[in-house]
C-alpha cells in the first residue's frame, strides 16, 4: 500500500509534466517500453533493481540505452527513480500513470477474467452492456483463468462482480457452512 501510495504520488507528477508538454500518450508509452526492456531479461531487471549496484553505473547504462529513443520526461523518470533509490516502483508508477491516462480520457480501466479465451465480439458486447447499465466508458483488458471453471469475474476499480463457477460455488459453501 505504502508502495502504491508513492507510485501514485510519482506517476501524478510525471502526468502533470507530460500534461503541460501536451505528451501524456507519448509519455506513457515510452514509459511502458522502458518498463518492457529492464523486465524482458532477468540480469537486466537484476542490475536494475541491485542495491550495490552504483547508481551512476545505472544511470549512464539508462542515457546509453534509451537517450534519444525516448522523450525527456519519461528518461528522466526513470533517472530520478534511480537517484532516489526507488527503481522497484517502476512497475507500479507505470500502472499508476496509465490510470491517470484513463482518467483524463473519462476512461475507466476494466478487467475480465473468464475460464476460457473471449472473442473480441463477445468482449465489445460484455462492455457496452456494462457501459449502459452503470453509465461510464471502459477500457476493458481480458485475462484468463481457468480456475474460474465457467462465467466471467469483472472487475471495475475496487467493485468486484463474480458471475464465475467457482465465485458461485464458495459462496454456496460460506452459506451452507454459516447455516449450521
Known sequence: MANETLARRYATAVFSLATDAHAVEATGRELSQIT???GSD????EFFLSPVVARTDKEAALTKAFG?????IALHTVLLLVRKRRESLLDELLTEYRKLELSARGVEPLVLTTAQDLSEADVRKTVERLEQIYGRKFEASVRCDPSLIGGV???MGDRVID?????RLEELTRTLFSNQ
Open 36 to 38: 518492457s526492456a529492464i
Open 42 to 45: 532477468a540480469a537486466i531487471k
Open 68 to 72: 534519444g529513443k525516448v522523450g525527456d
Open 153 to 155: 469475474r469483472v472487475a
Open 163 to 167: 458471475g464465475s463457477v467457482s465465485g
